[in-house]
């Protein structure tokens, strides 16, 4: 579904235009509640600010709608499926019965699965997982241990976070095989400290972001890695999520902005999918050798896989491959040059 762009959205949350509600809805990640454009609790930073299509989105994202403007409305079903996530969200270490939600939204286990997954676009079982990986993310950007933060996320072991929460992450193995084959991705570059820059999504999420010397030759590159794929370049009226994204990735990069959560498309071997996702946990500023990671995925023999994976990384500095160097200490290689894996990780460290 599209949304207006940034700009529109923003004048109309500050004038409070009742014209653009249901165009989109609005979160503030510091209350962690969700508005329509004319709601009239007290304006927020724009920093703080996430966009939505609908009401779903917003309430996948974590976010509880504003008891001032009601944006799920009055709906007594909605009402009773939003406790609902707000249990699942409470409980998250838990092993949750479809019984014990249906007692609270006054429903049958089976119906309860098929409306949850109606209004939320998720089964209950995949909303509780989705809010483990909040969970998870914040407890390690709060400089929580790997280890201690998955656990308090629910996940109950280091290969449930790296397996199961991440099986369903990306494209299928037969789509990736085919190239892309079917897909509409959309694709924009910019010019950054660390040269030019694209960025492309699938209707999931960001699955590249390159570097090189020039738009052509990155195009090329994409081109290459998805044949088959309708490769659109990515106009903000119509695509404003990706555009916004590339915006905040450049602003990370070139000015040390806040590092964007956007939603990722991985797209890989089962291999690489686990160690791309295992990347995803080490924080700013730290590194770890290949060695390292390798025992973190409980496979300790597979130090040269793991390199390799690094090596194939689609999706530069958003799955941050950078961080991990030989266990000498050196920097190894970079998928595109050490110069800028140099620069990515001082500019890392003077950020602590």
């Known amino acids: 579904m599209s949304i207006p762009s940034d700009k529109a959205m923003i004048e109309a949350i500050k004038n409070r235009d009742k014209s653009f509600d249901g165009q989109f809805y609005y979160g503030v990640i510091t209350t962690g509640v969700f508005c329509i454009p004319s709601c009239s609790t007290k304006s927020a930073n724009l920093e703080n600010l996430r966009f939505f299509a609908d009401i779903e989105s917003a309430i996948q994202a974590g976010f509880r709608p504003c008891k001032r403007c009601c944006p799920a409305g009055e709906n007594t079903r909605t009402q009773k499926l939003i406790e609902v996530a707000r249990y699942i969200e409470e409980h998250i270490e838990d092993k949750i019965t479809l019984s014990q939600l249906g007692d609270i939204a006054e429903l049958s286990p089976s119906r309860l699965q098929r409306v949850f997954k109606e209004v939320f676009g998720v089964s209950p079982k995949q909303y509780q997982n989705a809010v ?108 404003p999520e990706l555009d916004h994204w590339m915006d905040a990735l450049d602003r990370y990069i070139s000015e040390g902005a806040p590092r964007p959560d956007v939603p990722l498309d991985i797209r890989g071997t089962a291999f690489q999918i686990k160690v791309w996702s295992f990347l995803l946990s080490i924080k700013e500023g730290d590194v770890m050798s290949y060695g390292e990671v390798a025992e973190h995925i409980d496979n300790p023999k597979a130090v040269r896989a793991v390199g390799t994976a690094c090596g194939k990384n689609p999706i530069g500095v958003l799955v941050p491959c950078h961080r991990v160097l030989r266990s000498d200490g050196s920097l190894g290689g970079y998928r595109w040059g050490l110069e800028r894996k140099r620069a990515l990780l001082d500019k890392e460290r003077q950020r602590r």
Do not use: W
Request: aromatic share 8%.
């Open 132 to 239: 483990r990986m909040r969970h998870f993310k914040r407890s390690l950007k709060e400089g929580g241990a790997v280890t201690d933060a998955i656990y308090s996320s629910g996940f109950g072991s280091i290969s449930r976070i790296y397996g199961e929460s991440m099986r369903n992450i990306g494209m299928t193995p037969k789509a990736y095989r085919a190239g892309g084959e079917g897909e509409i991705i959309h694709y924009a570059c910019r010019n950054t400290v660390l040269g030019c820059m694209i960025m492309a999504a699938t209707e999931k999420g960001v699955c590249s972001v390159q570097f090189g010397d020039d738009e052509d030759s990155l195009v090329g590159l994409l081109s290459k890695e998805f044949p088959h794929a309708d490769l659109l370049l990515s106009a903000a009226q119509n695509d």
